[in-house]
């Protein structure tokens, strides 16, 4: 009997012993957990004037817009679908046609701006007096904003897509200027690069914290897709 009592108090005392040796560890809880987001204006109708948009995961980002060719539009930026461009903007089209979609120029059919993926749905500065409210893009200048002030302690901005800026040929430029807020300090400037006709650029707006509000200017014929940020 004895000995039965010291059996069990013994498996007793080690199963204490293995019960704290595989003792779970519960990780610390990460901290400044980053989001990734991007606004690809995929799922909006083409031909829709934006005065907000729906990120990709759901973050609704006030707009607002501006043509000096036809000032007098409250909203000029025009979702316009580059899969299947007006005929007088193939030069907006992707993919490139020789990587099977509609998109003609130079440009995008090799090199650093190379035109090789869909882009879907882009942005334009709406063509207002030649085109009404078919998509069809115009010569600006003008801009496009993006208000991330819901955003507490603002995003982390990453990069914008822009396409068809032909600097050299065209005099076409354009820029991304990151504010605080609105009316508010600028962190920082990043000047689109010339991608000829067609081609597709990648404006590295290097990781910048702390941004409420982001202005595109646009001075050409020059669409943008695809604002990617932390938040
Ligand atoms: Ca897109
Ligand atoms: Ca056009
Ligand atoms: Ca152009």
């Given at each position: 009997m004895k000995k039965h009592v010291l059996i069990s108090l013994a498996a007793c005392l080690l199963s204490l012993f293995s019960c704290k040796e595989t003792e779970e560890v519960i990780p610390d809880p990460v901290e400044d957990l980053e989001i990734y987001d991007v606004?690809?204006?995929?799922?909006?109708?083409?031909?829709?004037?934006?005065s907000a948009v729906t990120s990709d995961s759901g973050l609704v980002i006030p707009m607002t817009s501006f043509n000096s060719i036809s000032p007098d539009k409250p909203v000029a930026a025009m979702v316009f679908n580059s899969s299947l461009p007006h005929w007088e903007d193939v030069d907006l089209g992707?993919?490139?046609q020789k990587f099977g979609g509609k998109g003609k120029g130079k440009g995008g059919e090799s090199g650093n701006f190379i035109n090789n993926t869909a882009?879907?749905?882009?942005?334009?500065?709406?063509?207002f007096k030649q085109f009404g409210t078919v998509p069809n893009d115009d010569d600006g200048p003008g801009y496009i904003t993006f208000d991330f002030s819901r955003v507490n302690g603002?995003?982390?901005?990453?990069?914008?897509?822009?396409?068809?800026?032909e600097t050299a040929r065209e005099k076409e430029t354009g820029d991304v200027k990151l504010y605080t807020r609105k009316g508010g300090t600028l962190l920082y400037t990043a000047t689109f690069q010339d991608t000829e006709a067609n081609g597709v650029g990648i404006v590295d707006l290097k990781n910048t914290p702390g941004v409420g509000y982001l202005e595109v200017n646009i001075n050409g014929s020059i669409a943008i897709d695809n604002l990617r940020f932390y938040k």
């Amino acid at each position: 009997m004895k000995k039965h009592v010291l059996i069990s108090l013994a498996a007793c005392l080690l199963s204490l012993f293995s019960c704290k040796e595989t003792e779970e560890v519960i990780p610390d809880p990460v901290e400044d957990l980053e989001i990734y987001d991007v606004v690809s204006f995929n799922k909006v109708v083409a031909g829709t004037l934006l005065s907000a948009v729906t990120s990709d995961s759901g973050l609704v980002i006030p707009m607002t817009s501006f043509n000096s060719i036809s000032p007098d539009k409250p909203v000029a930026a025009m979702v316009f679908n580059s899969s299947l461009p007006h005929w007088e903007d193939v030069d907006l089209g992707t993919p490139n046609q020789k990587f099977g979609g509609k998109g003609k120029g130079k440009g995008g059919e090799s090199g650093n701006f190379i035109n090789n993926t869909a882009l879907g749905n882009i942005v334009v500065l709406q063509n207002f007096k030649q085109f009404g409210t078919v998509p069809n893009d115009d010569d600006g200048p003008g801009y496009i904003t993006f208000d991330f002030s819901r955003v507490n302690g603002g995003i982390k901005a990453t990069s914008l897509t822009v396409l068809d800026v032909e600097t050299a040929r065209e005099k076409e430029t354009g820029d991304v200027k990151l504010y605080t807020r609105k009316g508010g300090t600028l962190l920082y400037t990043a000047t689109f690069q010339d991608t000829e006709a067609n081609g597709v650029g990648i404006v590295d707006l290097k990781n910048t914290p702390g941004v409420g509000y982001l202005e595109v200017n646009i001075n050409g014929s020059i669409a943008i897709d695809n604002l990617r940020f932390y938040k």
